[in-house]
Structures are given as C-alpha cells and as structure tokens.
C-alpha cells in the first residue's frame, strides 16, 4: 500500500455534492437518472468556476452519496476547508436550478 497526498490537502477546500439529495428530492418531478444527472451538472458547474478561478487543482468539486445531514426537501452541498479544518454545510431549496447552487456555494463558503 502506498499512501498518496490529495492535491487539495494543504490550503484548498473540497466540494461535495450530495447527489442523493437530488435523487430524494426531486424524483417525485423527474426520474432518478435525470435527477443523478443534475447533481453531476452541480458538481460541473463548481468544477469549471473553481478553474476559472484559478482555484484548481487545490479546490475540487465531487459527487458523493448521501451525507447524512439532509434536510427534507433540500439538496445539500458540503465544503471541506483543508486549511482551517472546518466543513460548511448548505441546503438549498430544490427549485433552485444547479447552477444556481453552484454559484451560491461559491459565493457563501469561506475557501
């Protein structure tokens, strides 16, 4: 086994999309794929503003199962900050588009 160091380990934060929350809370509107496929659009959008940015490769933006902290109705993006330890978690209500969750992680968390 080798231990490998995360590009974002040191000064840079990692973006995690709850793509079960898109799955839970909109499935009732559109089916699951299409609702899996919204949170990938999320975690796209954060990806290519993070570049924009210059903030990649510290900064990353994933997709990941449940987190375990979701409100009802509402999608949840978490915000690992590597350099001050802390995770911002932020609900969103479901009528937002991904994008515009996107942009509001963006503008609201601390990295």
Same mark, same amino acid.
């Given at each position: 086994m080798q231990k490998l160091n995360a590009k974002w380990e040191n000064d840079g934060c990692l973006y995690m999309v709850c793509s079960r929350c898109f799955e839970r809370v909109l499935s009732p509107e559109i089916d699951s794929?299409?609702?899996a496929s919204m949170a990938q659009t999320c975690r796209m959008?954060? /990806?290519t503003s993070l570049a924009q940015k210059g903030l990649a490769p510290k900064?990353?933006?994933i997709s990941t199962s449940c987190l375990g902290i979701c409100p009802e109705n509402e999608i949840v993006v978490s915000v690992l900050n590597t350099s001050s330890q802390t995770?911002?978690?932020l609900s969103?209500? /479901?009528n937002l588009s991904p994008e515009e969750i996107g942009n509001q992680v963006l503008d609201?968390?601390?990295c």
């Open positions: 794929p299409a609702a959008h954060l /990806k900064h990353r933006a995770t911002e978690c969103f209500p /479901k609201s968390c601390s």
